[in-house]
Every structure is written in C-alpha cells, then in structure tokens.
C-alpha cells in the first residue's frame, strides 16, 4: 500500500516534471520570438533597399518609366509588408497553441496521476475505521500485558523471554516459580 508521503513524494516529482516541460516550451517560444524578430529585422531591410534601388534606377530612366517602375515598387513594398504581417501571425498563433498544448497536458498528467493515487471516500472511510479498531485492540492488549518486554534468551535453540520485575520477588507453590513481569 502506497503511502500519503509516497503518493505527495510522487505528485512532487509529476509536478517537477511538468514545470521543466514548461520550461522547455518557454524557451522555444522565446526562441520562436527572437527568430521571428530577428527574420522582421531582415526583411525590413531587405524591403527597404529594394525600394531604394527602385527609387534610384527610376530617376535615372525618362518619366513615363519612371512613372512605372515607381508604381512596380509600391506593389512589391505592399506585397512584402503583406508577406511579413502575415509570417509574424502564423509563427505567433503556433508558438501560442504549442504552449498552450503543453500546459494543457502539464495539467491533464497532474489530474490523472492524482485521480490514480489518492484514495476514494470509501477507502478513506474503511481505513480509519479499521484504524479506529486497531487503536481499540492496542488499548486492549497494553491493558492486559502489552507493555511485556520480549525477547529471544539463550545462544543455541533461542527460547522466547520477557524481562521481570527482580524487586517483586518470586512467588508459586509446588517447585513451579512465577515472577512479576516489568511494568505491572
């Protein structure tokens, strides 16, 4: 039988284990995070040179072409925009769903190893009542010579012995000798 300080002992340790699964999928978010930073960083940057490029190529050209490659890199700036607003939501909601998934099974292993582990009402019912009983016949027995003193006496064939009281002195009748047990 398992008992209380085992199963918190065990719920302990489920519950360390969770915490450094948690752990772990904190330090992927906060990487996700970074990369995610770090790939807007960049694509900035490269939207940004790709529009000065734009910008300087069409002053150079005559106006009606110009005119048209200014327009081009309107819409391949929005489209970047587009591409990056789009990138930064979808590494967002994965990076929350698998947090999410973890605490959700960090929480769900916690419940079942409890609901495995502790005891029903029914069986806390019948254990203190057979603790009650137990508590009766030990009140019982120490009443009738529980507090006797046993021992194994004697280096071959040991024999059961109990430690007596030698200030009682000895009493019986007929060669058979009886001495006061210690503690009566």
């Known amino acids: ?55 300087e190529d069409a002053l150079t050209k005559v106006p009606d072409v110009t005119a048209r490659t200014l327009q081009a890199s309107v819409n391949a700036l929005a489209d970047a925009t587009l591409n990056a607003r789009n990138a930064s939501r979808n590494l967002g909601w994965q990076t929350v769903g698998i947090v999410a998934l973890g605490c959700l099974t960090a929480v769900l292993g916690v419940f079942t190893v409890g609901w495995y582990i502790t005891p029903t009402p029914e069986e806390i019912t019948a254990l203190r009542t057979e603790k009650r009983a137990l508590e009766v016949a030990l009140d019982d027995l120490e009443r009738r010579g529980g507090r006797i003193k046993l021992n194994q006496c004697g280096a071959k064939n040991s024999r059961l012995c109990a430690e007596v009281d030698e200030t009682a002195g000895s009493f019986g009748e007929g060669g058979r000798k009886y001495r006061v047990l210690k503690g009566y």
């Open 1 to 55: 039988m398992i008992t209380p300080e085992e199963q918190i002992y065990g719920l302990v340790e489920v519950a360390d284990g969770q915490q450094k699964n948690t752990e772990r999928l904190l330090e992927k978010l906060n990487l996700g995070l970074s990369q995610l930073d770090d790939t807007r960083q960049s694509l900035a940057k490269t939207v940004s040179e790709a529009a000065q490029r734009s910008v």
